[in-house]
């Protein structure tokens, strides 16, 4: 079950990033994944993807990405707070994406940009270019 609330009609004008961003999507749903995947792309994002933990971390350490965005509950022996961890070390960009109240609790608390599911595509958007205008 799908955990994103979109349309097929565009819920926000988006203007290709400038020059074209790398991002790294970690979500082990398929579906979740495929629906990110295709959003960041049809703004104008270079997206690599990766479903667990160990491959994520690896993509993370081998090559160099603007942003990342991870789902906070993932398999493979970590966390997305982890890779979150890796990415800010490397000075990336990153969002959480969670959909459990506890661990929205723990991100509250710790300042984490995070997004709840579920959301829509706007709110997405609008996440991502707060962190952008953080530069």
Do not use: N
Request: net charge negative; aromatic share 8%.
């Amino acid at each position: 079950m799908p955990c994103l609330r979109t349309s097929r009609r565009r819920e926000t004008s988006r203007v290709s990033p400038s020059p074209m961003k790398r991002v790294l999507v970690v979500e082990d749903h398929p579906e979740i994944r495929a629906l990110l995947i295709q959003l960041l792309q049809e703004a104008g994002y270079t997206v690599t993807d990766a479903w667990a933990f160990v491959e994520a971390k690896a993509k993370l350490e081998a090559d160099r990405f603007d942003l990342l965005i991870a789902d906070v509950l993932i398999p493979g022996g970590g966390l997305g707070t982890d890779l979150a961890e890796i990415a800010a070390a490397r000075h990336m960009k990153y969002l959480l994406v969670t959909g459990h109240p506890a661990e929205i609790r723990v991100l509250d608390e710790r300042k984490e940009p995070y997004i709840a599911k579920p959301f829509r595509a706007a709110e997405f958007f609008e996440r991502i270019d707060r962190l952008w205008d953080g530069d």
